[in-house]
């Protein structure tokens, strides 16, 4: 029987008042078992070969850390307090540290060995827009940088605290803007204060039977206002995919004061300036709330895994779905090194796993024209009513006879939500062992992911060899729509002991230069921050860069919000 749509809605996660072990990703949420990252490090060492240095020692201790002086004067921060409901500004080490570093590979390598490169100066915790204007004025007047941090889980650079040139630095926490603030049932709109988390959003969403549907790979410890800030793309077919298709209405504090974007549809006439804000980056202004469209919960779900020969039949699986009258709720196809990966982890577990094996004896692979080093994987399923839901499956039956698919049945539940949320826990267990575990994305039409998914894995692999890395670059599809779809790039390798970082960066780098000689945009799911800047500034040389300067400058004339992200100095 289809699992009910409670199912489908994630666990809760920590309260957002938790703080995370500061030298850590995040706390509690969907993890691997202990049994499946055993079973990854059995099969990687298999491939690849055991990582040299071994596991990493274990972090500096806290009181080992230097934290340098607030730049901030003592007069300085009582002005800024005043400003504040409860005086909420902190200069307390481990607060500073915890707002200074993003929780990206390279950022857990720092936090790890001690070596932040930069510390914020203060933290402040604003519980009102009006409070927000006042921190942003307050900074203006006196010479200061402000980064604006929701769930502070930024890969990219995104949360550093640059001074930009300024005096100083003072970090904006959106962690006391987490109210529900109204719920339309009659026009399917929410608003919501823009540092509600994930998990605390859809739970009061379902206490009214709504759903955002928004689940992005950070959904347990990233924000509503973070979503809309990077520009984030969820896991839905079709149109509803990022968030910016989603976003009806935002409250936007600036130096210049608060401006509000409501009652926004698709059917208002003009430019959209809401727009502008989604994937800024805190750049133009800092959003404290935001009206979203949301769905009643879904009557059932269900959801199917199909095994295909190769890439090419699967990749015409997903298409063939995803251009279809009765789309999927749920697209994604892996490539055979990611199947690969995927059925070894999973082999000693009830479900998928344990069936694929079952079924997967040489003869049965055989008759069904399949090989174990070239059969992908497709995960599939629909939301709806019954009818809705029979249509889908007779649909992608149709297709797997057409293309000589495999029905490996109903996955175990809790499959899908365990590899879509787990891939920061599984990143950060992995490196603790001595492993460089990190992704590349890149959003492309249909008619180009093939040769990019040939070409980025092949240019990594040669930089792998200049450096004398081993390495498995694993692809995998999902964001699929009419047009096309998001391709992500999955790279092992045991770390290089004498420069971890440089590994890391040299690899990725690799990957990011075939994007752009295969004329593809980095996809920056999770922001562009200082990581990935060049490359936007690349993409929208000319005139496109030229106006988003000029917007800046009419919103932020001195500078001040997250200056050196995105937009390149």
Known sequence: MPPNASREAPPASPSPARRPQWWRWGEGGIVWSAERLDRLRDYLEHRLGAPSGGPLPPPVPLSSLHFPPSRLREDELAELRQSLSLGAVSVEGEERLVHSVGRGYLDLLDLRSGKVRQYTDAVVHPATAEEVVAVLRFAEAHDLAVIPYGGGTSPTGGIDPDPGGHRGVITLSLGRLIDPLGLDSTSALARFQAGIRGPELEKSLRAEGFTLAFFPGSFEHTTLGGWIATGRGSDAVGRDREIRHLVRGLTVATPRGILKLDSLSDTVPGPDPAGLFVGSEGTLGVIVEASVAVHRQPGSSAYRAALYPDWA????????LAQGPTRPSLLRLLDAA????????????????????????????????????????????WQG????????????????RELKGVDLGTPSPDLWQQERFAFAHLQEEMLEQGWFIDRLETNAAWSELTPLALSVPAAIAEEARRGQWALLVTTSLSHASTTGATLHFRLYSPQDPKDPALQARRLLDSGARALREGHASLGCSEGVGTRWRAELALDRAGAPLELLRAVKQSLDPKGILNPGKMLPP
């Open 313 to 320: 039949s699967g990749l015409e699986a997903v298409r063939t």
């Open 385 to 400: 009513s019954e009818a809705q839901i029979s249509e889908g499956e007779r649909r992608a039956r149709e297709v797997r």
């Open 338 to 381: 990611a199947t690969e990966v995927l059925l070894e982890c999973r082999r000693a577990d009830p479900g998928l796993g344990a069936r694929v094996r079952e079924r997967l004896e040489p003869r049965f692979l055989e008759m069904r024209h399949l090989e174990e080093g070239t059969m992908t994987l497709v995960l599939h399923g």
